[in-house]
C-alpha cells in the first residue's frame, strides 16, 4: 500500500485579497485550523486534525498537531511551508513539495522525491482562482494541482491531488487526493476540508 501524499500541508499566507502574486505565508502564533479527512468510497470521517500556529523558528514554521483528539505533537513546516514527512527506510525527515513562492496562476514546478522504496515524480500547476464551499465557510481559493507517477518496486502508476488555498484567511481550505493502478484503477481516495479556523489577532 502507497504512501499518501495528502495535502495536509495546512500552508498560508495571511492576504486579505488576491493579487497577482502571493508571497510567503505570515501567521500570527494562536491560529487555528482545524480539518476532517473524510474516505473518499464510504464518505465517512476517518481523521480529524487540528493545526495550531506557535511561531517560527529558524526559518521555519512551528506547528502543534492534534490527532483524533490525542496528545499534540509538533508538526513543523519548511520555510515555503511544505509538510515534512518522516523516511520510513531513514526515520529523516523529507519535504514533501507543493507550494512555491510567490504563488500566481500558470504557474509551474517540478518534482521528485524518495519515500523508502517508492519514488514519486511530477509537477505542482497553479491552475487558477474560483469558489470552494467547506464547513468552514465560502472563500475565494486558488487551485494547486499536483499530479505524476508513483512506483514500488515493479508496481507503478499515476497519483493526483488537488489543493484549494485561501489567500484571505491564510490556509489551505480543501483538498483531494487519489492514487491509481497502471490500467487506471484507483487506490486510494481521501478528501480532506477545512471544518473551522480562528486567525490570531
Not at 20 to 27: D, T
Not at 105 to 120: I, V, Y
Request: with cysteine.
Amino acid at each position: 500500500m502507497k504512501t499518501l501524499l495528502l495535502g495536509l500541508a495546512m500552508l498560508g499566507a495571511a492576504a486579505a485579497t488576491f493579487a497577482e502574486e502571493i508571497m510567503r505565508p505570515e501567521l500570527k502564533p494562536g491560529s487555528r485550523f482545524e480539518y476532517a479527512v473524510y474516505d473518499g468510497y464510504s464518505h465517512q470521517e476517518v481523521q480529524h486534525l487540528v493545526f495550531v500556529f506557535r511561531a517560527m523558528k529558524g526559518g521555519k514554521y512551528q506547528f502543534t498537531l492534534c490527532e483524533n483528539q490525542q496528545n499534540p505533537c509538533q508538526s513543523p513546516r519548511d520555510a515555503d511551508f511544505n509538510r515534512y514527512i518522516a523516511d520510513p527506510a531513514t526515520g529523516k525527515a523529507k519535504v514533501i513539495p507543493l507550494f512555491f513562492w510567490p504563488l500566481r496562476e500558470g504557474g509551474r514546478m517540478p518534482f521528485e522525491f524518495q519515500l523508502g522504496n517508492e519514488a514519486f515524480k511530477g509537477e505542482v500547476m497553479v491552475k487558477g482562482q474560483e469558489s470552494v464551499k467547506v464547513k468552514a465557510g465560502e472563500f475565494m481559493a486558488y487551485k494547486l494541482v499536483r499530479k505524476g507517477q508513483w512506483s514500488f518496486d515493479s508496481y507503478s502508476g499515476p497519483f493526483e491531488e488537488t489543493t484549494w488555498y485561501a489567500p484571505a484567511i491564510g490556509h489551505i481550505v480543501k483538498s483531494e487526493y487519489s492514487d491509481f493502478n497502471s490500467k487506471g484503477g484507483r487506490f486510494n481516495w481521501q478528501q480532506t476540508e477545512l471544518v473551522d479556523y480562528r486567525t490570531a489577532p
